[in-house]
């Protein structure tokens, strides 16, 4: 099958968003088989999507976009506490809930953007890590509100669509969860590939350069950091939903320097990277939870130093690099 | 010179900009007409590629009147000037060195044609886009190089994908910075044709330093010296000029 | 009085963030990366001035041998794993650094445990002073007299010697440095043991204000990295103008308004950020 001309040139800088079609399935497939084999372990697999649908928005933002933020959490958790407040005071109706926070997230987002990006680089970064420091800060203070230190506690959530109970056992939390996670994934692949998409991807590689081929390039910034928000604000939501319960961690740096760890390990700008390096990070915090908290720290660190020291794409990287090298085994042993 | 205002694609009024006490534009005037082609040249230093930043916006100026076309455009973003149609090459190679050769093209086409921003139905648009993309780059010799990433490509074709961008634009005023720099001279005149082949619709500021292809390719020189306009006129009249020889092109000028 | 406290306070403060952070805009300037594993340098230090304090050396020496040890762990950080990062962007610079935090932090709370090191102020300096309408801790005012003497040493070194002056031209221009043979390489080694050590002494005698325990390297990062933003990269005086506004700043807030101190540091850093992404005092080079 001759490759579109489209695809091509995608394909030199992108190689899994070149994946023969099939492929695309399989992560789907996986969810649901483990659906209907996982057993106690559901929620966990639920925060797992959860954990994804934020490093994909992170993509957006850093990968895709450029846009070093080191206050990402931020946004997942300006998100939480809304359809958590939401929930408490004005309708437990999830997909209401979660609408109203996905849309407030994105115009927070968009609205933070306005303002920060302008700059660039440690100026930059220091502004997500001043502004996300504010915002932990206000959700600090006002009781009230966010129930402050103490967190908040959000009740069961409506039946969704009137008819599937959230029962305890997470059943419906994980396919909502993959639904939603399913249908965001399919506009970040298509804004991924748009030519909205690259001309990103070209802010990021050489902004000089897109000023000079006419890009508005602050307020392509701001739309895809609003969009960006607006994700990263859907997983906030779900996890405030799912697990009925929104702490100031969600806004905390660790947790902004949590999400990174994930991107960055699964491989940035690679679409599956964001489905990967969650996947792994969380399964493995999971399993290595009974380890002190500091030893678990001294792990993450080594990983980030490697990753970036030897693996620069990431796990998806090591994957092209495997299958090049297979590639190459499969063309001397057939020619 | 009479010059009719419908035909002037640029025009340039006192422009100046300094930092501090170093003055690095004063006053200076400039008439690009359509189809001009124009050479700016001057010793390191006499702000030639700072003139460019200042036409383009890139670097604020001070004071100035700059008139695009007829229209005001001294107060506009580079990136609005860029789409009201003046265009520019850079001295040292700026282009997307993770994308393709193509893509680089098309991108500029799609910002041009105002696609750039759809992630929505985009994909008849952006066929077209390459297929224009993918001409641009066999006008300009580098067709066959259009699958492969800007970072694997020889200098000269990189210099040449500058060149093809800017064009890709469609611009009315086109400023070009060293064009030939860094390249081998066996090579250069691939980008000598090529300027050759210029539409003569697009008005043409030349900087260069490579004096066999300014006086070639240029219609009138104007000298830049320390930031002012020392002197401007016709190839053989600069060639001829003491002042010129004795700043620039040294005692020992052809 | 309490504006005074306020002030003297703000200044002690504003003293500490400035040894601390001196070493930091000095090589992001010169090296031009993104460092965030500064605070973990500095918090060796410190750590490392609490074993020789119990060890029995007397708090000066404790604080100075800490810090000339910390300079060649820098030195020697700076040989193998800065050295990669040159060319590859602040995204991966940010993320090694922030790694190698991680691995700071969780390597020196394996061995001294989470709780917070004192670092016992020494008997002679601690008590307090009459400053004529009040006393005032002893501490704080030899914390405000060692941050003039070293800003004014470091102004000398800088722009009096000729380490100085290739530091300067490394900043400003380091291909053009490079050129005319200033041994760039040497420098940066050189330079980023010097902001190191200068960081962990900082720690060490500035532990009375920001006190040493586990999260020391994160918790303090983002002030020594406003101070940094604030000041402008590589601006060594712009650092010093930075540090003490923002000690004053975020001591004024505790004092004045508890409650809205937070909002009120962190707000005024976003509003310098964006008022001037290039720094308080917009100098390309390291004077």
């Given amino acids: ?335 | 010179m009479i010059t009719a205002m419908a035909d002037t694609a640029l025009s340039v009024r006192g422009l100046c900009k300094s930092f501090g006490a170093l003055s690095v534009a004063q006053a200076i005037n400039i008439d690009l007409l359509r189809g001009a082609r124009v050479g700016l040249i001057g010793p390191n230093g006499a702000g030639k590629t700072t003139l460019v930043n200042l036409l383009t916006g890139t670097l604020p100026a001070d004071a100035s009147s700059i008139l695009l076309n007829g229209n005001a455009i001294g107060g506009l973003t580079p990136e609005a000037r860029v789409r009201r149609g003046l265009a520019r090459t850079h001295q040292i190679n700026t282009l997307l060195n993770e994308t393709t050769v193509r893509d680089n093209v098309a991108i500029a086409i799609a910002e041009r044609d105002g696609i750039a921003w759809r992630f929505l139905r985009f994909r008849r648009c952006w066929r077209t886009c390459l297929d224009e993309a993918q001409e641009r780059l066999n006008e300009l010799g580098i067709g066959h190089a259009a699958e492969r990433t800007v970072a694997e490509l020889p200098y000269g074709e990189q210099r040449m994908l500058e060149i093809a961008i800017a064009l890709a634009l469609r611009p009315s005023v086109l400023l070009l910075d060293e064009p030939a720099a860094g390249v081998p001279s066996r090579e250069a005149h691939v980008i000598h044709d090529a300027l050759d082949r210029l539409s003569s619709d697009i008005a043409v500021l030349m900087i260069e330093h490579d004096m066999d292809l300014v006086f070639r390719f240029a219609r009138e020189i104007v000298v830049l010296v320390q930031g002012r306009v020392l002197t401007r006129g016709a190839p053989a009249e600069i060639a001829a000029d003491p002042q010129v020889r004795a700043v620039y092109l040294g005692r020992s000028a052809a | 009085m309490l504006d005074v406290t306020i002030l003297l306070d703000g200044v002690a403060y504003g003293m500490v963030l400035f040894i601390i952070s001196v070493g930091l805009t000095v090589t992001m300037g010169l090296m031009r990366i993104v460092n965030l594993a500064h605070g973990a340098f500095a918090m060796i230090g410190g750590y490392l001035a609490t074993t020789l304090l119990s060890a029995g050396l007397p708090f000066f020496a404790a604080a100075l041998l800490a810090a000339a040890v910390v300079g060649i762990v820098g030195a020697f950080a700076e040989l193998t794993i800065y050295r990669p990062l040159y060319r590859k962007g602040e995204l991966a610079q940010a993320l090694m650094t922030f790694g190698f935090t991680f691995v700071v932090i969780a390597a020196l709370t394996t061995v001294f445990g989470t709780g917070i090191r004192p670092l016992p102020v020494p008997p002679v300096l601690s008590g307090v002073v009459d400053i004529g309408f009040r006393t005032y801790p002893t501490y704080r005012l030899f914390l405000v007299a060692v941050g003039l003497v070293l800003a004014v040493l470091l102004w000398l070194l800088i722009d009096r010697t000729s380490y100085g002056a290739r530091l300067r031209a490394a900043v400003d221009n380091p291909r053009m440095a490079r050129a005319v043979g200033i041994n760039v390489n040497l420098l940066f080694t050189v330079t980023f043991a010097g902001g190191c050590a200068l960081a962990a002494f900082g720690c060490v005698i500035g532990a009375d204000l920001l006190p040493l325990e586990p999260y020391y390297a994160l918790r303090y990062l983002v002030l020594f990295l406003v101070v940094v933003g604030v000041g402008g990269i590589g601006n060594f005086k712009g650092s010093f103008v930075a540090a003490i506004a923002l000690g004053i700043i975020d001591t004024g807030g505790k004092f004045l308004l508890p409650q809205a101190a937070a909002y009120l540091f962190y707000g005024a850093v976003i509003i310098l950020l964006l008022l001037r992404p290039h720094g308080l005092m917009p100098a390309k080079s390291a004077a």
């Fill in chain 1, 1 to 335: 099958m001759s490759e579109p001309l489209a695809d091509k040139g995608l394909a030199a800088v992108a190689p899994s968003l070149r994946l023969p079609s099939a492929w695309h399935l399989l992560p789907w497939a996986l969810a649901l088989l483990f659906y209907f084999t996982a057993g106690g372990y559901l929620s966990l697999g639920t925060h797992v999507l959860i954990m994804i649908l934020f490093a994909l928005s992170l993509d957006l933002a850093l990968g895709q976009a450029g846009i070093i933020t080191l206050g990402h959490a931020a946004l997942f958790g300006f998100g939480a506490y809304a359809a958590g407040i939401f929930a408490a005071h004005l309708s437990n109706d999830p997909l209401l809930g979660l609408a109203v926070a996905t849309v407030l997230t994105g115009l927070f987002g968009a609205l933070v953007g306005m303002l920060i990006l302008h700059t660039a680089g440690v100026t930059l970064m220091m502004l997500t890590l001043a502004i996300s420091a504010l915002l932990a800060e206000i959700a600090n203070q006002a009781h009230g509100l966010t129930g402050g230190d103490d967190g908040l506690q959000v009740g069961r959530m409506a039946p969704l669509f009137g008819l599937f109970r959230f029962d305890l056992w997470g059943h419906t939390a994980y396919l909502y969860v993959l639904a939603v996670l399913f249908l965001w994934s399919l506009v970040a692949w298509r804004i991924m590939r748009s030519p909205f998409g690259r001309s990103l991807d070209g802010i990021r590689q050489n902004p000089r350069r897109m000023r000079a081929i006419g890009t508005p390039v602050w307020r392509r910034l701001v739309v895809a950091y609003g969009l960006s928000a607006a994700m990263a604000g859907t997983a906030g939501a779900l996890e405030a939903q799912t697990t009925r319960a929104v702490g100031l961690g969600a806004l905390s740096v660790l947790a902004s320097g949590t999400v990174l760890v994930m991107l960055i390990l699964g491989g940035t700008r690679r679409y599956y990277g964001a489905f990967l390096g969650a996947s792994v990070y969380v399964v493995v915090q999971n399993f290595a939870a009974q380890i002190d908290p500091f030893r678990w720290m001294f792990i993450i660190g080594i990983l980030l130093m490697a990753v970036v020291l030897f693996l620069e794409n990431g796990l998806m990287g090591l994957a092209d690099v495997v299958r090049r090298a297979l590639l190459a085994v499969q063309r001397r042993s057939g020619g």
